[in-house]
């Protein structure tokens, strides 16, 4: 294959750069090795920071995330809630740091407004009413995924190449050019190359393997965080504990939930990323000064993901490094048609890729402009269904009494499904469970895949998308990744639906999981 550039690593960073150059004309290859979203993309918060939790310690990244923020609710709002934001203090938390707050974030051009203490009760009734202080600032909550298949649907559109389960494994390197790249089908064992004018490595946490793979070394520090997900949705505003970054300290509502979190646990390896119920106990037990019903709520999952920090700085508590992000030309790893672009927010993933284009284009010769600081984000129709509670209008607006219901928690019916489905072999990818899980609600209600799982499975066969034992490894794989996230809540009731899930599963169909 050739192409004049390719990039690694299809979380929103490199989906932004696939749309940025596609909207100047670059012809690109865009390769992921799992799917999209497969790492921190995928498990964040959904915060879309009004820049205010860096205000005391990070002005630049405050900055950016301001101003990109504020670009994002203007040209994506179809994937963003702007429920606004507060930042909250408790009895006991230091009060100087409250009092410089409001003028830290006017200092930086954050709107930032003094609530009393009733107003904010009345406001949201679970606070603690025990808080000192609150301040109203813009915080919204995004759909990353949402977000991500938009910008790659655009960029699929002008002529971009999605490549899906295609690992990078080295390449092949001439003076001072990497002449191909070499890649693996994670499906078939199948090797292929990649010949580009110029590389990208957009690969997030894993960015540091990929630039070793060229000779290339990259300071990575790695930060795991842990979130869970209640039950229902706990308030209507983005939740932040007015103190110095630290841990259990944000409540972002998403839909019909809300998501806790997160922790900063600096961690050695990439080879195990997952919550424990270590971690689980404290954010609970932590959040619930700010949020005493916390302590009472139900969780239906735990996740984690890696933060790539940029730095050398090491031991459990890595707050103090930048959330900020670099770009990196290895100019002087002797690379010229190579690039990396690391550290960074999914807030900040905008301005990431244009910073990433810029370059690129300066090098390629190409001198049309960036135009994803003015161009709307384009609604993409497949990407529409992980948006909670659309598929139940859809099908309510249909009634089509043939259209069953596949996940009666999310209520996802066939027929979404079947939109899902036909997108992904419009990309030349087979469907499985994990991929229609990533595209739509299947999986992420209260059950946590129990039967929906099952169902979608079923009905793949009856499509004839799935053959032979292909769907027992499909359910396999997604009941366990599910499963994962349920371990490390087993009380009350999610412990009585994981005896049940054991009981189908390892009793009734003998999968170990």
Same mark, same amino acid.
């Given at each position: 294959?050739?192409?004049?550039?390719?990039?690694?690593?299809?979380?929103?960073?490199?989906?932004?750069?696939?749309?940025?150059?596609?909207?100047?004309?670059?012809?690109?290859?865009?390769?992921?090795?799992?799917?999209?979203?497969?790492?921190?993309?995928?498990?964040?918060?959904?915060?879309?920071?009004?820049?205010?939790?860096?205000? *005391?310690?990070?002005?630049?990244?405050?900055?950016?995330?301001?101003?990109?923020?504020?670009?994002?609710?203007?040209?994506?709002?179809?994937?963003?809630?702007?429920?606004?934001?507060?930042?909250? *203090?408790?009895?006991?938390?230091?009060?100087? %740091?409250?009092?410089?707050?409001?003028?830290?974030?006017?200092?930086?051009?954050?709107?930032?407004?003094?609530?009393?203490?009733?107003?904010?009760?009345?406001?949201?009734?679970?606070?603690?009413?025990?808080?000192?202080?609150? %301040?109203?600032?813009?915080?919204?909550?995004?759909?990353?995924?949402?977000?991500?298949?938009?910008?790659? %649907?655009?960029?699929?559109?002008?002529?971009?190449?999605?490549?899906?389960?295609?690992?990078? =494994?080295?390449?092949?390197?001439?003076?001072?050019?990497?002449?191909? =790249?070499?890649?693996?089908?994670?499906?078939?064992?199948?090797?292929?190359?990649?010949?580009?004018?110029?590389?990208?490595?957009?690969?997030?946490?894993?960015?540091?393997?990929?630039?070793?793979?060229?000779?290339?070394?990259?300071?990575?520090?790695?930060?795991?965080?842990?979130?869970?997900?209640?039950?229902?949705?706990?308030?209507?505003?983005?939740?932040?504990?007015?103190? $110095?970054?630290?841990?259990?300290?944000?409540?972002?509502?998403?839909? =019909?939930?809300? !998501?806790?979190?997160?922790?900063?646990?600096?961690?050695?390896?990439?080879?195990?990323?997952?919550?424990?119920?270590?971690?689980?106990?404290?954010?609970?037990?932590?959040?619930?000064?700010?949020?005493?019903?916390?302590?009472?709520?139900?969780?239906?999952?735990?996740?984690?993901?890696?933060? $790539?920090?940029?730095?050398?700085?090491?031991?459990?508590?890595?707050?103090?490094?930048?959330?900020?992000?670099?770009?990196?030309?290895?100019?002087?790893?002797?690379?010229?048609?190579?690039?990396?672009?690391?550290?960074?927010?999914?807030?900040? %993933?905008?301005?990431?890729?244009?910073?990433?284009?810029?370059?690129?284009?300066?090098?390629?010769?190409?001198?049309?402009?960036?135009?994803?600081?003015?161009?709307?984000?384009?609604?993409?129709?497949?990407?529409?269904?992980?948006? $909670?509670?659309?598929?139940?209008?859809?099908?309510?607006?249909?009634?089509?009494?043939?259209?069953?219901?596949?996940?009666?928690?999310?209520?996802?019916?066939?027929?979404?499904?079947?939109?899902?489905?036909?997108?992904?072999?419009?990309?030349?990818?087979?469907?499985?469970?994990?991929? !229609?899980?990533?595209?739509?609600?299947?999986?992420?209600?209260?059950?946590?895949?129990?039967?929906?799982?099952?169902?979608?499975?079923?009905?793949?066969?009856?499509?004839?998308?799935?053959? *032979?034992?292909?769907?027992? =490894?499909?359910?396999?794989?997604?009941?366990?990744?599910?499963?994962?996230?349920?371990? $490390?809540?087993?009380?009350?009731?999610?412990?009585?639906?994981?005896?049940?899930?054991?009981?189908?599963?390892?009793?009734?169909?003998?999968?170990?999981?």
């Amino acid at each position: 294959m050739e192409t004049q550039v390719l990039i690694i690593g299809g979380g929103i960073t490199g989906a932004g750069i696939a749309r940025d150059l596609a909207l100047r004309g670059v012809q690109c290859i865009l390769a992921e090795k799992h799917d999209i979203n497969a790492g921190a993309s995928g498990a964040n918060h959904g915060l879309l920071h009004s820049g205010a939790r860096y205000v *005391a310690g990070d002005l630049i990244n405050a900055e950016e995330c301001r101003e990109e923020g504020n670009i994002l609710k203007k040209l994506a709002s179809h994937c963003i809630e702007d429920t606004g934001g507060l930042f909250v *203090a408790v009895e006991g938390d230091d009060e100087k %740091y409250v009092a410089d707050f409001p003028g830290l974030c006017s200092k930086c051009g954050i709107p930032v407004q003094t609530l009393d203490i009733k107003e904010t009760l009345e406001m949201e009734p679970v606070l603690s009413e025990k808080i000192i202080a609150a %301040y109203q600032v813009p915080d919204a909550a995004v759909d990353p995924f949402k977000l991500s298949l938009d910008n790659i %649907y655009q960029a699929i559109d002008l002529g971009c190449t999605l490549l899906r389960h295609s690992k990078v =494994t080295g390449f092949t390197i001439d003076g001072n050019r990497i002449l191909a =790249t070499r890649l693996q089908n994670m499906l078939t064992g199948e090797e292929f190359k990649i010949e580009a004018m110029q590389v990208v490595n957009a690969a997030g946490a894993w960015a540091k393997e990929v630039a070793a793979l060229a000779g290339c070394a990259i300071n990575l520090l790695y930060s795991k965080g842990c979130l869970l997900v209640t039950h229902n949705r706990i308030t209507e505003k983005v939740i932040n504990r007015l103190r $110095p970054s630290s841990n259990a300290d944000i409540l972002v509502p998403g839909g =019909t939930v809300s !998501i806790l979190g997160t922790t900063s646990i600096t961690i050695d390896t990439l080879d195990k990323i997952f919550p424990t119920v270590q971690e689980t106990d404290f954010i609970v037990g932590e959040a619930a000064a700010m949020i005493p019903q916390l302590e009472r709520t139900r969780y239906i999952r735990a996740y984690a993901g890696v933060r $790539p920090l940029l730095g050398t700085q090491s031991g459990a508590d890595d707050r103090s490094v930048s959330r900020g992000f670099a770009l990196l030309d290895h100019i002087e790893d002797g690379l010229e048609n190579f690039a990396s672009i690391t550290g960074g927010k999914l807030t900040t %993933y905008r301005l990431m890729a244009e910073k990433t284009a810029n370059l690129i284009c300066n090098r390629l010769g190409v001198s049309r402009p960036c135009m994803t600081r003015t161009d709307p984000l384009p609604l993409a129709g497949a990407a529409r269904w992980t948006k $909670p509670g659309l598929a139940p209008k859809v099908w309510m607006k249909q009634h089509d009494p043939e259209d069953i219901m596949l996940c009666e928690c999310e209520m996802v019916p066939k027929s979404v499904v079947d939109s899902i489905v036909k997108s992904i072999h419009e990309q030349n990818g087979k469907p499985d469970l994990k991929a !229609i899980g990533l595209r739509s609600r299947i999986g992420k209600g209260a059950c946590q895949g129990t039967f929906c799982g099952l169902r979608t499975c079923a009905y793949l066969y009856d499509t004839d998308d799935l053959h *032979a034992d292909e769907g027992l =490894t499909s359910l396999k794989e997604f009941v366990t990744e599910r499963w994962r996230g349920v371990r $490390p809540l087993l009380w009350d009731t999610p412990l009585i639906q994981a005896e049940l899930q054991e009981a189908l599963y390892c009793g009734l169909m003998g999968l170990e999981l």
